[in-house]
């Protein structure tokens, strides 16, 4: 019984997602106030990593399937555009597979590929130079220094007439050598030398011109190291093949699931760096949302079976106008409509809407008084109750009121006016009106000026009391104790003190003082000590102790003071007036209408049309005058004790139908 509390959501949606997300959110039965939101952000989100990670992974392994097809695929699938897919299998793809897995193996295959093709172009270049040394037919680890003698192959650059004296400074210098090939001006041929003459040798060579063959770390002959090298290019392009036909494999199975998952992803990501900037963007869109506590973690769940949405839990603003829902038990549902008439409470104020159900059900009763009304009234708003479901609160409302009509009937004998009497059962009836009958007894007319006065000031004290002991929750000392408590000395102490009295006596309110004279004695004290806690610190607030005391003053006195209580006590003799009103009108129609009674035949049917809608027309302009005085008796006596208001309606979002209407 209190206004609900609410959570504050900030959703992110991508753009391609927010229809979906808002539709979902509108058909749940749960509460939620949605509002897009178009501001700066600055919330404690921490970006992921993982996404812009999964997105180049994902991309580069859909890169590897597109390269893989051939070109005609290729221009068929350009022309296609963009895959279309439904939202089940949609969700089916991202649900069933292990896509960061499968990108991995994708890229683990091609840098496989890719490190096969690097061997094969190696490999290809080392067939290349060794076929150049093809003219050497023994064994290449020969090639190298030894213990005693050292032999190099290579290459000699000399022109014709100049080759013949660069073979003689050869053998000048202890080099052995044979001629393997000759080609133009180069001659490949192998030397020889004995390691005693190696510094000189290696000296003398450093200055001609000789290129030393770099084919160092073969054993065997040159053209046994092709034939291995060849076998090697073989089981590599076999093995580059295999790849290539799991690659394509993988691209028939795989490369929608993946396209979707990357739409995915970069979706994510298109929200990711929507955050990271505060702006909501043309692709991803923010908004605010408040739930119910109880409901969040259905909300959360709802927005987060959405790929392409992200939804955080934030505080509100500071001095924000949260929304108000507001919570009570069926009984008293009806009556938050008088609530919202008046303007919803704010966030942490109380909700008056349980302090008002019974005193306005039993105020809009007694405006009635009568029995046979409150059953006809009781009646038919019980039947309208379910068959007009949007009115439902305000005919349950009627229906509590007309149920107190019928206890105000029966306790001051209004049974339509007085047609028990006209029927001759008036006494049978009249021994019920435990209170008189306030239409032909002053007994009962005083009865019922005394409820209504007794009414009054139970609600009026009932109405300090929650302000009081609400101001005591909050932890509000001053309101408590400055403002709430000694008006209620006040009032309680002046109603003793009248009540001992003999102009209590005269007045008719009791039959001989309540209390002894000598209370007033007593209770003058707090009186006067509230007093000047209201003079001095009523208006607290002004800062000029004249002025202070000026309004104090007047609070106590006029503005909202005594004269103000003894008008709000009277305002409730309206219950009487409207009550006895009713009463007489249908006494009226009752006396005119059995007037035709003595007329054969056409006075019965004269007597029941009177009857009928005299007392339809008394139901009609009763409930309207006593729905609108008891109204005013919440809004203008009640209210102000302890409730302010100015709370905002929460603006719940809708499914709404505009020609049909749906039932459970």
Same mark, same amino acid.
């Given at each position: ?44 989100? /921490? /970006?992921?990593?993982?996404?812009? @990670? ?104 000399? @022109?014709?007439?100049?080759? @013949? ?12 050598? #044979? ?43 040159? &053209? #046994?190291?092709? =034939? &291995? ?16 036909? #799991?690659?394509?494999?993988?691209? !028939?199975?795989?490369? &929608?699931?993946?396209? $979707? ?51 955080? #839990? ?5 001095? =924000? ?102 029927? !001759? ?10 209170? !008189? ?74 039959? @001989? ?15 006067? $000590? ?28 006029? $503005?909202? !003071? ?91 979002l809708k499914d709404e139908h505009k020609y049909i209407t749906i039932v459970d």
């Open positions: 019984m209190a206004v609900a509390r609410l959570n504050k959501l900030f959703i992110v949606t991508h753009k391609s997602d927010t229809e979906a997300v808002l539709k979902k959110l509108q058909k749940t039965q749960i509460a939620i106030e949605l509002k897009p939101y178009t501001g700066k952000i600055d919330l404690d989100i /921490p /970006p992921s990593d993982m996404i812009s @990670e999964h997105d180049t992974g994902v991309r580069g392994a859909l890169d590897i399937l597109n390269d893989s097809e051939d070109k005609k695929l290729k221009k068929i699938a350009s022309r296609a555009g963009k895959i279309i897919i439904g939202k089940t299998e949609y969700e089916r793809i991202l649900e069933s597979e292990n896509f960061e897995e499968i990108a991995n193996n994708i890229l683990s295959i091609q840098e496989e590929i890719e490190n096969l093709d690097t061997r094969i172009t190696d490999s290809r270049l080392k067939i290349s130079k060794l076929n150049f040394w093809s003219c050497y037919k023994g064994n290449l680890e020969d090639i190298a220094g030894g213990g005693i003698y050292t032999i190099k192959l290579g290459i000699l650059r000399y @022109e014709k007439n100049k080759f @013949e004296d660069a073979i003689k400074n050869l053998d000048k210098n202890n080099i052995s050598y #044979e001629i393997l090939s000759e080609s133009g001006n180069a001659s490949c041929v192998i030397l020889a030398y004995h390691n005693q003459f190696r510094k000189n040798v290696e000296e003398y060579i450093a200055g001609i011109s000789f290129e030393e063959s770099d084919i160092t770390g073969y054993t065997g002959t040159i &053209k #046994e190291n092709i =034939e &291995k090298i060849k076998k090697g290019i073989d089981l590599d392009e076999h093995r580059k093949k295999q790849l290539q036909s #799991e690659i394509k494999k993988i691209s !028939g199975e795989y490369k &929608k699931p993946l396209t $979707v998952y990357l739409d995915y992803i970069e979706n994510k990501l298109e929200i990711e760096r929507a955050i990271e900037s505060g702006f909501s963007t043309d692709s991803v869109s923010f908004h605010t949302a408040w739930v119910k506590q109880t409901d969040k973690k259905r909300i959360i769940s709802i927005i987060e079976d959405f790929k392409a949405a992200k939804v955080v #839990e934030i505080q509100a603003d500071k001095d =924000e106008n949260i929304p108000i829902i507001l919570e009570n038990k069926p009984l008293f549902k009806p009556f938050e409509m008088i609530v919202e008439l008046y303007g919803m409470p704010r966030y942490f104020e109380i909700d008056p809407t349980p302090f008002i159900s019974l005193f306005f059900a039993l105020f809009l009763g007694l405006c009635l008084t009568d029995a046979g009304y409150g059953f006809i009234i009781a009646t038919l708003a019980l039947i309208l109750a379910f068959r007009m479901r949007k009115m439902k609160k305000f005919l349950m409302l009627i229906f509590m009121g007309a149920i107190f009509a019928i206890f105000g009937g029966v306790i001051f004998n209004g049974w339509f006016g007085d047609l028990p009497s006209h029927l !001759g059962i008036g006494d049978t009836f009249r021994r019920m009106a435990i209170l !008189g009958d306030p239409i032909n007894s002053n007994e009962g007319s005083m009865n019922f000026f005394r409820l209504a006065l007794i009414l009054g000031v139970v609600q009026v004290f009932f109405g300090l009391f929650i302000r009081f002991f609400d101001n005591l929750k909050r932890k509000n000392w001053e309101g408590a104790f400055l403002d709430g408590l000694p008006w209620i000395v006040i009032i309680a102490s002046l109603i003793v003190m009248f009540l001992s009295t003999g102009m209590a006596v005269s007045m008719q309110l009791v039959s @001989e003082p309540l209390f002894p004279a000598g209370i007033s004695k007593i209770l003058i004290w707090p009186l006067l $000590v509230s007093g000047l806690v209201i003079i001095f610190f009523g208006a607290r607030n002004e800062k000029s102790w004249g002025f202070r005391i000026f309004i104090g003053f007047l609070n106590l006195t006029i $503005v909202g !003071g005594i004269t103000s209580y003894l008008g709000d006590f009277l305002s409730y003799l309206r219950l009487m007036a409207l009550g006895m009103v009713t009463a007489g009108i249908g006494v009226a129609i009752n006396k005119i209408a059995f007037q035709f009674v003595s007329i054969p035949v056409i006075g019965i049917v004269l007597l029941i049309i009177i009857f009928l809608f005299g007392h339809i027309f008394n139901i009609g302009i009763s409930i309207l005058g006593g729905f609108v005085h008891t109204m005013r008796l919440q809004y203008v006596e009640f209210f102000p004790k302890f409730y302010a208001g100015g709370g905002r309606p929460f603006e719940a």
